[in-house]
């Protein structure tokens, strides 16, 4: 149990087009999901909590309006990196928190994303 | 200073060795502690979670939570090459004030020798 998928696994795209990440949980409903950044040798950086059917709450330092957060159902929040410039490439991945157990998040993969 | 300090190796130990992995951390608030396991470019496995200081135990893993050291431990006994990986500590604060993303150590690289 306690799976938590997430679609690409990669992707490079051309500087100034637009990226979408798609996170499910895929046997538990998740009413929270979390964004998180890491670059290469260095932690996981929260970028920002997901409620489902609520607007995201974004860390300090992240552009809301760059990465763009929807979180429309109990099993899916999506990432949008609008406007992707090579600062963007880093690793992406997000985690779901299991509604019966409020205080564990499960990862999913991870996305790769590379901006030329 | 950073909120918890993890040293990133890399850990180099034999095969069978006990290991110990070790993270320190500043804020008082958190109160919830995790280890996690992260191979190449893959996403953390949720490995151990705690609240309680003291010793939690799951197999060959044991987690260790010193709350008034502000000072967190995992064990692997009869370590194996498939251990090889790097070991996140993360840790957090109670739900619904506003924390409820993890804080990150920067993980240690950990390598079993066969």
């Known amino acids: 149990g306690a799976v938590v998928s997430q679609h690409p696994s990669w992707v490079i795209c051309k500087s100034g087009t637009s990226v979408k990440i798609e996170c499910r949980s895929l046997?538990?409903?998740?009413?929270?999901m979390f964004w998180y950044r890491q670059f290469p040798k260095q932690s996981l950086m929260l970028m920002a909590t997901?409620?489902?059917?609520?607007?995201?709450?974004?860390e300090q330092g992240v552009e809301k309006d760059k990465f763009l957060i929807n979180h429309a159902s109990l099993t899916l929040s999506t990432l949008t990196v609008t406007s992707a410039h090579p600062e963007d490439s880093s690793f992406y991945i997000c985690?779901?928190?299991?509604?019966?157990?409020?205080?564990?998040?499960?990862f999913g993969p991870g996305t790769r994303l590379l901006v030329l | 200073q950073k909120e918890v300090e993890q040293d990133p190796g890399p850990l180099s130990v034999p095969e069978g060795a006990i290991v110990s992995l070790n993270c320190t951390y500043s804020?008082?608030?958190?109160?919830?502690f995790m280890w996690y396991r992260q191979y190449s470019r893959k996403g953390p496995e949720l490995l151990m979670y705690?609240?309680?200081?003291g010793n939690k135990e799951d197999g060959r893993f044991t987690a260790q939570v010193d709350k008034s050291s502000k000072y967190i431990s995992l064990f692997i006994r009869d370590s194996q090459p498939s251990d090889s990986a790097t070991y996140l500590c993360?840790?957090?604060?109670?739900?619904?004030?506003?924390?409820?993303?993890?804080?990150f150590g920067k993980g240690t690289h950990l390598i079993i020798q066969p």
């Open positions: 985690s779901a928190r299991d509604w019966l157990l409020q205080e564990t998040q499960y």
């Open positions: 046997d538990f409903q998740a009413t929270t």
């Open positions: 997901s409620n489902e059917g609520s607007k995201a709450t974004y």
């Open positions: 804020n008082s608030a958190f109160q919830y």
């Open positions: 705690t609240y309680s200081s």
């Open positions: 993360a840790m957090k604060g109670y739900s619904g004030g506003g924390a409820d993303g993890l804080t």
